[in-house]
C-alpha cells in the first residue's frame, strides 16, 4: 500500500522515501513530461507526487482501479485512467478531474458526479499507449479501442462491426508499439496480433501457450515470454521471438519454468527475462543463444 522510491549507489540500491496510501497498487507507476509520479491506488484515487515525495494536487477520486492497468500521461500532462467500473477518465495536468461536480469545502471527491471521458460496456484492463492523440488500448471483450482524445468526449476510431483491432479473447497485456506500422498485442487465446493503425490485422501467430505478461518490440522483431501446460497440469515456460514484418516466428528457446514477466531489450542487443524458477535469463535478439543465466 506504498510507493517506494530508490536510488542506485555503489553498496546497492538505498531507499529514498516511500509514500503510503489507503490501498494496494496494482499497476504500474506512469511519469509524465513534467517528472512527476501518477499511481491509481485501491483507495480510488489517483495521485500524484513530485521526485521527492510531495504531493502536486490532492488525490483525485476516479473509481477503483484495474488489475492489469496502469495510467498514461501525454505531452500535456494530462494523465488517462481505465476503471473498475469502464470507461476512460481524464485528469488534466492541474489534477482536474473531467465532467465532474468540485466536492463540497472539506468533503471528499464524490466518484457519482463523474462521468467517464469515454464510456464503454467492456473494461479496459490492460496498458495502452498514446500516439498521435489517439489511446489505443486492449479490452476484455476481445477488441483493442483506438480512442480519440482531441474531443470533449472520447470517440473509437476503430469499427467493431467491420472487425477493426479483434482478436480471439479478452486481452490484459499491455500494447506494444510496431515502431510506424502499427501496434502488437497479446490476446489470452494463445496468439499474438499486429494491427495497422486502421485497426486491419497486419498478421496473426499462434503461440506455444499462454502469454501473462506484455510483448516488448525492439530491432524489428517481437519478444514475449509464454506459460504453456500439457493434460497433466504441468506448466513449463519458453520465450518467444517473431519477425516484427511478416510474424512468423524465428526462435523460442525453453526456460527453466512459465514466463510471466515481461521482457527487457537491451542496447547490447540482449534480451532479459525472468521464470518461475527464479532465474534470469540473457539471450541475443538475434539468434535466441543464451548469453548467460
Partial sequence: NQLVAFVEEPGGLKTLWSYPVGGMIPGSPAIGPDGHVRIHAGDSCLHCLTADRQAVWPPVGGGEPLAWSSPLVDAENTTWITLYAGGLTKVDANGQLHNSRPPAPGAAPDPSAHRPFFRGLAKFDSTGLIRQGHLYVGAEDQFVYAIDLSGSKGQNRWSQTENRGRTGLFINSSLALL???????????????????????????????????????????????????????????????????????????????????????????????????????????????????
Avoid: I
Fill in 179 to 293: 515502431g510506424e506500422r502499427g501496434v502488437v498485442v497479446a490476446s489470452r487465446d494463445e496468439h499474438l496480433y499486429a494491427f495497422d493503425w486502421a485497426g486491419q490485422m497486419l498478421w496473426k501467430t499462434k503461440l506455444p501457450g499462454q502469454a501473462l505478461a506484455s510483448p516488448v518490440v525492439a530491432f524489428d522483431r517481437c519478444f514475449v515470454g509464454v506459460t504453456a501446460g500439457n493434460p497433466q497440469g504441468q506448466r513449463r515456460g519458453l520465450f518467444v521471438c517473431v519477425d516484427g514484418q511478416t510474424g512468423m516466428p524465428a526462435w523460442e528457446p525453453p526456460a527453466l519454468g512459465p514466463v510471466e514477466s515481461t521482457p527487457v531489450v537491451g542496447a547490447d542487443r540482449l534480451t532479459y527475462f525472468g521464470d518461475n524458477a527464479g532465474t534470469l535469463h540473457a539471450l541475443s535478439t538475434d539468434n535466441g543463444q543464451t548469453a548467460w543465466t
